[in-house]
Structure formats: C-alpha cells, structure tokens
C-alpha cells in the first residue's frame, strides 16, 4: 500500500489511467472481433458497414498515443485486404 502522499497521488493517476485505456481498448477490439467473424461468415455487406467505426477508433486510439501510427496503419490495411476478399 502506498504510504507518502506522491505515491498515493501515483495510485488514483493510475487507476484513471487504466480506465481509460481498457475503455479505448474495448472500443478497438469488440468492433474489430465483431468485423473478423463477419468475414469468416462471408457477410461482405454487414462487415463493411463497421469499416468506418473501426477506422474511427484506430485513428483516434493513434492520435491519442494509445497505439502507433504506423500500428494502426497495419491495423487498417488489413481491414481492407479482409473487405476486399469478399468482394
């Protein structure tokens, strides 16, 4: 347990913290695995309609330093390779 002041100030920025990324990660990755089920069930029509859900949290995530550009770059690339083998 934190004992000095500084430290327990450390604890509640942290906890704050961690809030607000498992809140950004939620926002990436239930999109993302909704996204992935709905290609390998081949509904080409349903999967790009969260294309831009999912570039919106990609891109805010990258501006925000959640994840690196180049990261969500990759992430975004691969989303339209899926969409494009569909159809």
């Known amino acids: 347990m934190a004992i000095t002041s500084s ?3 450390a604890l509640r920025a ?3 913290k961690r809030v607000y ?3 950004t990660k939620a ?3 239930v999109p993302l695995k909704k996204f ?3 290609v390998s069930e081949k509904k080409a029509k349903e999967a790009k ?3 831009p859900s999912l570039y919106k949290a990609l891109d805010k995530a990258a501006k925000r ?3 690196k550009a180049n990261t969500a770059a990759r992430f975004k ?3 339209m390779a899926a969409a494009k083998k569909l159809g």
Do not use: M, Q, W
């Open 65 to 67: 330093k959640f994840i």
């Open 7 to 9: 430290a327990k100030k």
């Open 49 to 51: 309609a969260l294309i």
């Open 14 to 16: 942290g906890e704050k």
């Open 27 to 29: 926002a990436i990755d």
């Open 77 to 79: 690339s691969r989303i």
């Open 36 to 38: 992935r089920k709905l």
């Open 21 to 23: 990324n498992l809140r």
